[in-house]
Each structure stands twice: as C-alpha cells, then as structure tokens.
Nanobody, 125 residues
Framework: QVQLVESGGGLVQAGDSLRLACAAS????????MAWFRQAPGKEREFVAF???????YYGDPVKGRFTISRDNAKKTVYLQMNSLKPEDPAIYYC???????????????????WGQGTQVTVSS
C-alpha cells in the first residue's frame, strides 16, 4: 500500500514559481512511476508530468519548459517545480503512483494505483 499526501499549493501571481511536494508512505517510492495531474473546475483531469521508476520524464505540452518533476527516494517524496506560472495553470494538482515496476502513462484514472487528495494552486494575473 502507498499513501500519497500533496503539499505546497497556494496563491501566487502570474510569473511566480511554486514547488509542490508529494510525500509517500508505505512501499518504497523508487519502484513506482510517479505523475502529476491537474483538474480545473468544469474540466477533465489533465496530465502534467510523469517520472518513471527508471528515471525518464515526460511533460504535457502546456507545461513543457516551465515545470520540472523530480524525486528524492530517500525522502520518499516527488516534487513538481512550477516556474513562470500562468493564469491558465490554476487547478487542483494531484500526485499519482503506478507500480511497482510499471511504465508511466499520461492517462489518469485506474492506470494509477494510488492518488493523493490534491493541493490547490491559484494564480492571480
């Protein structure tokens, strides 16, 4: 079992940076592919970034070049560094885990075994 808890969300201005964290408890994080998704009001859950258990990364087009996903296996924590935040970035950001030893996917839902409760990001223009 893996429990995920996100933190780091908040209210920032457009152009600012924010770092989200996803702390895992239970199984070793290193064997899981991790992803961030986001969901804005009235919209479907959208892929943001993933980091495979082998270290590969992939980003959704809206965040390429601005967001960076990383992990600290010793701390069992995955991060999402968000730079140059835009007015279209506000959403609830969710962390998800898939594994152990499974490839990541951009598809939300049951493809991921575990989900966090989400953290709200708000951007003022």
């Amino acid at each position: 079992q893996v429990q995920l808890v996100e933190s780091g969300g908040g209210l920032v201005q457009a152009g600012d940076s924010l770092r989200l964290a996803c702390a895992a408890s239970g199984s070793a994080l290193s064997s899981y592919s991790m992803a961030w998704f986001r969901q804005a009001p009235g919209k479907e859950r959208e892929f943001v970034a993933f980091l495979t258990w082998t270290g590969g990364t992939y980003y959704g087009d809206p965040v390429k070049g601005r967001f960076t996903i990383s992990r600290d296996n010793a701390k069992k924590t995955v991060y999402l560094q968000m730079n140059s935040l835009k007015p279209e970035d506000p959403a609830i950001y969710y962390c998800a885990a898939r594994g152990p030893y499974l490839a990541a996917t951009t598809v939300p839902g049951d493809a991921y075994n575990y989900w966090g409760q989400g953290t709200q990001v708000t951007v003022s223009s």
